[in-house]
């Protein structure tokens, strides 16, 4: 048992990141099976770093990997690019604090209103959220989905501080409308109030996009680049969460030496010597290769209480695939959910004990309870000796009902140890990816939704065209529906929206909701 424990037991002396995987029951006939697979993920990973195009169907290089370690990029421009970018936004951020660029009320800022959508924001919430402290520098919003209600209530948060606040604009092509929606709406939010928007507000964004030539031409505070070879589930270490994190006082550069020197473990070349390869290669043996499979990511820490909502995006738009990489149908994908410990003891627990055999644990430990020292509670022990025996005593019941289960540790939680986290699972989602032959770079999917969304946005506007060119007249959504060729369920729902918002449209009075005319009365 001792030797065992020993032999999944992986340590870094340098870093002090160890993962015990011996709750994988990983054997040595599955790690003979896989190497072939593996030695030519991890030669697939190199490629990736030297600049090789990952996303064919975009033509582009993906490389968030140089973003900590400009050097490795594979030309000297590059490297500048990152060098410089980084350096403005340093640059920057001592002007703001220092109170040399100041508010067009001539206040120095105090909080910053950060809008943008899906890695745009999922990746600076976590690290925000997990770094936080009383003494942060300046205080961050987000603006993070088109919700007129969420977004009131950021604007009411802020009010008092309008002219203390700076807001950043985030968008790679500019066109992203979720983040066009929350840009307009703040905007509005501070003429209304007096202010100008412009002095007010920085972007990060794609060089000639859409988003930059309205910055140029408005002439915001500045502008920063975003590049076509960073995803934005990978963008946290660019200058999307480094500006941001930076105004809040997070320590970038240790978050961005802790990633860099996770990503030397990565690139080891024997298994049990590489951090993301014993997670990759556990994700392998959890799916049979095929999916599938539910990886809870359970953090006993509350300030890593996001790290599952942001693995949710990394993992899940990483690998959710219908075709692999020869055309053929796959289907692939690992689900992703997670709480923090000991929440997760009394809400779902049960289930992942006693329940369907579909899911693997990833346990999340921090070895450090808190800053200083703690009180004894009760039994001769502390609040965080609890917490870590309530975390053992949970993979103990999880192994015994045949679950497989892994834990991750670092020393505590801080700016290096964060970086090294998000460092650890980016690799391992590449090298999974190609264990499975699938692009893990590309996301065509995600457009779907996006398209469906626009045409619906345009049946919306000419189905009130069309009552108000017969104002006064009702109409059902299958009236409506067969005037327009549309589907009655789509026209219903967009009509019952336009309603309780438009005051311009008027419902009929009867009993049976779907049988419910809407006509334009002024």
């Not at 990565?266 to 049990?272: A, S, Y």
Request: net charge negative; proline share 3%.
């Amino acid at each position: 048992m001792q030797n065992s424990f020993k032999e999944t037991l992986y340590y870094s002396s340098k870093t002090r990141l160890m993962l015990d995987w011996g709750g994988m029951r990983m054997d040595d006939e599955f790690k003979t099976n896989i190497k072939a697979k593996l030695d030519a993920s991890l030669k697939a990973m190199d490629e990736l770093d030297a600049g090789a195009i990952a996303n064919p169907s975009e033509g582009r290089m993906v490389g968030h990997y140089w973003l900590r370690a400009p050097k490795l990029a594979p030309t000297a421009e590059l490297t500048k690019e990152i060098e410089d970018c980084t350096a403005a936004v340093m640059e920057f951020t001592e002007k703001v604090h220092l109170g040399e660029i100041k508010s067009s009320a001539g206040n120095k800022f105090k909080n910053v209103v950060v809008a943008g959508i899906g890695g745009s924001s999922l990746g600076p919430v976590f690290v925000a959220n997990a770094l936080s402290t009383p003494n942060d520098k300046m205080k961050l919003y987000f603006l993070d989905n088109t919700d007129p209600d969420g977004m009131d209530k950021v604007f009411g948060k802020i009010l008092p501080e309008l002219d203390e606040t700076l807001t950043i604009v985030i968008s790679k092509s500019g066109g992203t409308i979720e983040t066009r929606n929350c840009m307009e709406e703040a905007k509005a939010f501070y003429i209304k109030n007096g202010l100008d928007f412009a002095a007010h507000t920085v972007c990060i964004t794609g060089v000639g996009s859409k988003l930059y030539k309205i910055a140029e031409s408005e002439g915001w505070l500045a502008i920063f680049p975003m590049w076509d070879w960073v995803g934005g589930r990978t963008s946290v270490m660019s200058a999307v969460g480094m500006l941001p994190l930076c105004l809040m006082g997070v320590d970038m550069k240790s978050l961005l030496k802790g990633a860099a020197e996770c990503d030397v473990l990565n690139r080891g070349k024997v298994l049990e010597q590489n951090p993301a390869a014993i997670l990759a290669a556990s994700w392998y043996l959890c799916s049979n290769g095929v999916g599938g499979e539910s990886m809870v990511v359970l953090p006993y820490k509350d300030s890593l209480e996001l790290f599952a909502k942001y693995l949710q995006q990394l993992i899940m738009e990483s690998l959710g695939k219908e075709f692999d990489n020869d055309g053929k149908i796959v289907n692939q994908g690992l689900a992703v959910f997670g709480n923090k410990g000991t929440s997760d003891q009394h809400s779902y627990v049960q289930q992942l004990v006693a329940g369907p055999d579909n899911i693997f644990v990833t346990f999340v430990q921090v070895l450090r309870d808190r800053a200083g020292d703690s009180i004894e509670v009760g039994e001769g022990s502390t609040s965080g000796d609890y917490l870590n025996a309530f975390m053992l005593g949970t993979k103990k019941a999880l192994e015994s009902h045949g679950k497989r289960t892994m834990i991750i540790t670092v020393p505590e939680v801080s700016a290096y140890y964060v970086g090294a986290l998000i460092a650890l699972f980016e690799r391992t989602v590449g090298i999974y990816a190609n264990l499975i032959n699938i692009n893990a770079y590309d996301q065509p999917a995600v457009e779907f939704g996006k398209k469906a969304a626009g045409g619906l946005i345009e049946l919306k506007n000419s189905a009130k065209a069309a009552l108000v060119n017969e104002a006064g007249k009702y109409f059902t959504a299958a009236q409506l529906a067969e005037k327009l060729g549309a589907e009655e369920q789509d026209m219903f729902r967009l009509m019952l929206h336009l309603s309780a918002n438009d005051s311009s449209i008027k419902l009929e009075d009867k009993a049976d909701i779907t049988e419910i005319g809407f006509a334009y009365i002024k």
